[in-house]
C-alpha cells in the first residue's frame, strides 16, 4: 500500500466515521481538531490493523495526529503527498 492510497483511505474513513464530505479531511489538520477523541481512536486503530495488516496501536495515532504523518508513518513513507 503506497502513502497516498493510505492517505486515501483515511479521508474517506474518517469522513464517513465523522458524518463529513472527504474534502472536509484536511491531511495537514489534527486530527483532534477534525473530532476524533480516544474513544474514536480505539476503533480507528483496530480498522488501521485490519486494513493495513500490521499491528496499530492508538499510540502511533496520538504520535503521528494528522492523515499525512500517520499515513507516512504506515507506510514508511516520506514522499510528499498532495495536502487536501
Known amino acids: ?3 497516498q492510497q493510505l492517505t486515501d483511505w483515511l479521508r474517506e474513513y474518517l469522513a464517513d466515521l465523522l458524518d463529513v464530505a472527504p474534502e472536509q479531511i484536511g491531511t495537514d489538520i489534527p486530527l483532534e481538531q477534525l473530532g476524533v477523541d480516544s474513544a474514536t481512536t480505539l476503533v ?5 490493523t485490519a486494513h493495513t495488516g500490521r499491528e496499530v ?4 495515532i496520538f ?20 495536502a487536501g
Not at 44 to 48: M, P, Q, V, Y
Not at 63 to 82: I, K, M, Q, Y
Request: aromatic share 0%; no cysteine; charged share 30%.
Open 1 to 3: 500500500m503506497t502513502r
Open 63 to 82: 504520535d503521528h495526529p494528522t492523515v499525512e504523518r500517520l499515513a507516512a508513518r504506515l507506510t514508511g513513507s516520506t514522499d510528499p503527498v498532495a
Open 44 to 48: 480507528l486503530s483496530a480498522d488501521l
Open 57 to 60: 496501536r492508538p499510540g502511533e
